[in-house]
């Protein structure tokens, strides 16, 4: 009994790992840019996608199958470079137009890139086969865990404290704190939004990537992942508030150990719990458990 639950709340605090990170990115392009990037979902895609891909290489060339984490990594967090890309060529002509056009926009970003990914890797599951077990299985209090899940969690975790820490002891953190309070402001005081803004959306991108990457050993790249990471991405944000980083943790741990006890209980209550405890924190806290509550 210990065991099935240690499994069932590792499991989740695993999701929840890749989550967060994916969350992270929605979060701190929000607070800045004001932008709910829809395609977040297809950079954590494309980041799988690339991952296996820079995975295959790697150990096609005779690199160490234990060392694959570090082109999986890499190549999760170059192919989020994309953003510098996305920002400059498309983002940065609807800043100023109704929310609609961002909306659309993004989603139009959602169908190009997963049509990128359908031409460039086809249509068939990918995946990084049995690599991650080259790290072996650790016990906790009976159950059996992947060592490299656990990688995962404290690499999440090591993110989640650098993001504390850029965004409250360095120079960019206050310049990122400062355009999301009062983007005006900043500008009048000689902040150069235009790359502030190229910085941030990249920053995020490459958080949502990097999960992407990240999370492949456990499973397979589908092209259609982005798609069903979109919806629990804002659920995070719905739980957690708009524009906070605890809210994104929380909301992430939230949404993954309830995915993963309703997936070991009832399967097919995956969705509808998250849905229901979305609807609760709505109907209780409309600004979200860690949002600021609108004047």
């Not at 400059?88 to 049509?115: C, H, S």
């Not at 249509?123 to 650790?138: E, M």
Request: net charge neutral; with cysteine; aromatic share 10%.
């Amino acid at each position: 009994m210990t065991a099935n639950l240690v499994n069932i709340l590792m499991g989740g605090v695993f999701h929840a790992a890749i989550l967060f990170l994916v969350a992270a990115g929605l979060q701190v392009v929000f607070g800045v840019q004001k932008i709910f990037n829809l395609a977040c979902g297809s950079f954590y895609a494309l980041g799988a996608y690339t991952g296996v891909s820079a995975v295959g290489y790697f150990t096609a060339h005779g690199g160490p199958p234990a060392l694959f984490i570090i082109p999986l990594a890499l190549g999760g967090l170059a192919v989020g470079l994309v953003g510098v890309v996305v920002e400059r060529g498309l983002l940065r002509f609807v800043y100023d137009r109704d929310e609609t056009f961002q909306l659309l926009l993004t989603f139009a970003l959602v169908l190009m890139l997963e049509d990128l990914i359908r031409m460039t890797w086809g249509t068939a599951p990918v995946s990084t086969g049995g690599l991650y077990l080259n790290y072996g299985q650790a016990r906790i209090l009976g159950a059996t865990v992947p060592v490299y899940n656990l990688i995962v969690i404290a690499a999440s975790l090591a993110i989640a404290l650098g993001i504390g820490w850029l965004l409250s002891r360095t120079v960019f953190g206050r310049i990122i704190r400062a355009a999301a309070d009062n983007r005006e402001m900043a500008e009048a005081l000689g902040v150069d939004m235009r790359w502030v803004y190229v910085r941030v959306f990249t920053l995020g991108t490459m958080l949502g990537t990097l999960g992407g990457a990240l999370v492949i050993p456990a499973t397979a790249a589908m092209s259609e992942m982005g798609i069903e990471l979109i919806v629990e991405a804002f659920a995070v944000v719905v739980i957690g508030g708009l524009g906070s980083m605890r809210g994104a943790f929380v909301g992430a741990l939230v949404v993954g150990i309830l995915r993963s006890v309703a997936i070991s209980v009832y399967p097919e209550l995956e969705m509808l719990l998250i849905y229901l405890i979305v609807i609760a924190v709505l109907l209780w806290r409309p600004s979200g458990l860690f949002g600021a509550a609108a004047a």
